[in-house]
C-alpha cells in the first residue's frame, strides 16, 4: 500500500491511498472513497471541486468513485437551526432559507453536470447530495453509469436526531441496486446502515458493492463497516468527509453548536475515517483521519463467492419458514389525484 501526495484542493494537500492488489481468480474493479469537505453555501464551487477529485481519483484507474453523504449542498455540522421545542429563531429560519438554495433539485442542472463527468471521465460514480423537493430536503445519493447516464438515487429513509428537522423521509421506492459494469451497487447513508431489515432488502436486491457515505468518523463506526461486510458477503466502501472549521463559514454567519471545545479555524470538525472493506472483513484501504484523501483499493470480486459460500444471508443461511421480511416499495406520497391515475 503507498500514500503519495496529489495535487492541491482548495490549498490543502490530498493524498492518495493505493492498495493495488493483483488475482486471476475473477474480475476486478479499482474503486475510490473520496474524503474531502463541501465548499459550505457554494454549490458551483463544490461541483468544480467534485470534478477535480474526480479527474483525481481516474488518473490513478479507477473505475467506480465514491463520495461522501451531502457533499453536494453540504452536512450542517454543529448547526441546530435555531430550534428548540416549541420555538424556531429568526436565524435559525434564515439558515435554513440558505442551505435550501444550496441544495439540488433531482433531476436538475447539477444532476446533468454531475452526469457529464461521469460520462467524461468513463466511470462509475456515486455521489452524496441535499436534495430539494419543492420546500423539502432529502439527504440522497445519486447514481451514475460510466457511459453518463443517471440511474437513480437513493433517499435516507431515517435522519439521525436533529437530522429530522431539516430533512425529509425516504421511502421503500428508493432503495435501488445498480446494475453496472463494475458491479452491483446501492447505498445506505450514515446511521441508516444500523437498520438491518433495510441491510437485508438491499442483500435481496443482490448488492455487491454496498456504498455507505457517512458523517460519523468514530472509530466504532469501523465495527459497523466490517459487520456489514461480513453479514453481507460484499464490499463496503464508507466514505466521510474531512473538515476543519474553517470549512464552514466563520461566525456569526455559522454558529458551531454541542461542543465545549474553543473552536479555531485550524479545528477538526469531521476527521474523516473513510475505509474500504472486504468481503472477508478485511480492511483494503484506510481508515484515514489525517486529511482529505483519495483512498483507493482494487476489488477482486471473486471475493464475493467465497464469502457467500460461507455465509449468504439471504440464501443457504436464510430460514423463510421461521423469518421473513416485506418491504412495501410503492412511493408514498401525501396526495393522489384520481385524474392522473395516480390513486387508484
Not at 457529464?116 to 423537493?133: N, S
Not at 431515517?158 to 423521509?169: C, Q, S, V
Not at 438491499?202 to 459497523?224: F, H, L, N
Not at 453481507?232 to 465545549?260: H, M
Request: charged share 20%; aromatic share 10%.
Amino acid at each position: 500500500m503507498a500514500l503519495v501526495p496529489t495535487t492541491e484542493t482548495d490549498g490543502a494537500a490530498v493524498f492518495t491511498e493505493v492498495n493495488m492488489a493483483s488475482s486471476d481468480s475473477g474480475p476486478t474493479v479499482r474503486a475510490t472513497v473520496v474524503q474531502a469537505s463541501t465548499i459550505f453555501y457554494d454549490t458551483p464551487a463544490t461541483l468544480d471541486k467534485a470534478e477535480r477529485l474526480l479527474a483525481e481519483a481516474v488518473s490513478y484507474g479507477s473505475q467506480l468513485v465514491v463520495f461522501p453523504e451531502a457533499f453536494i449542498g453540504g452536512y450542517p455540522r454543529g448547526s441546530n437551526f435555531g430550534v428548540t421545542i416549541g420555538n424556531r429563531t429568526l436565524k435559525g429560519k434564515e439558515d435554513f432559507r440558505k442551505y435550501h438554495a444550496a441544495a439540488i433539485n433531482v433531476p436538475g442542472p447539477e444532476v446533468d453536470r454531475l452526469a457529464a463527468m461521469a460520462g467524461k471521465y468513463k466511470v462509475v460514480l456515486v455521489m452524496g447530495v441535499i436534495e430539494r423537493d419543492g420546500y423539502t430536503l432529502y439527504c440522497t445519493v445519486l447514481f451514475f453509469d460510466n457511459q453518463g447516464s443517471y440511474l437513480g438515487k437513493h433517499r435516507k429513509l431515517m435522519p439521525t436526531a436533529l437530522e429530522r428537522i431539516i430533512w425529509g423521509f425516504g421511502d421503500g421506492s428508493n432503495i435501488p441496486v445498480f446494475d453496472t459494469p463494475v458491479g452491483k451497487i446501492g447505498a445506505a447513508i450514515c446511521w441508516e446502515n444500523k437498520m438491518p431489515l433495510l441491510r437485508t432488502a438491499m442483500y435481496a436486491k443482490g448488492i455487491e458493492i454496498y456504498c455507505a457515505p457517512t458523517a460519523d468518523s468514530r472509530d466504532v463506526w469501523q465495527a459497523s463497516m466490517t459487520h456489514i461486510a461480513l453479514e453481507g458477503g460484499c464490499f463496503v466502501l464508507s466514505a466521510n468527509q474531512f473538515c476543519r472549521r474553517k470549512d464552514y463559514p466563520p461566525p456569526p454567519e455559522y454558529e458551531f453548536t454541542g461542543t465545549d471545545e474553543e473552536l479555531t479555524p485550524e479545528s477538526v470538525v469531521c476527521a474523516g475515517g473513510s475505509v474500504i472493506i472486504s468481503p472477508s472483513g478485511a480492511v483494503l484501504a484506510g481508515p484515514n483521519y489525517d486529511g482529505e484523501a483519495l483512498i483507493t483499493a482494487d476489488l477482486d470480486l471473486g471475493e464475493i463467492a467465497r464469502a457467500k459460500f460461507d455465509f449468504d444471508v439471504v440464501g443457504h443461511y436464510a430460514r423463510p419458514e421461521v423469518l421473513s421480511l416485506i418491504v412495501r416499495d410503492e412511493p408514498a406520497t401525501p396526495v393522489s389525484f384520481t385524474s392522473d391515475g395516480s390513486c387508484k
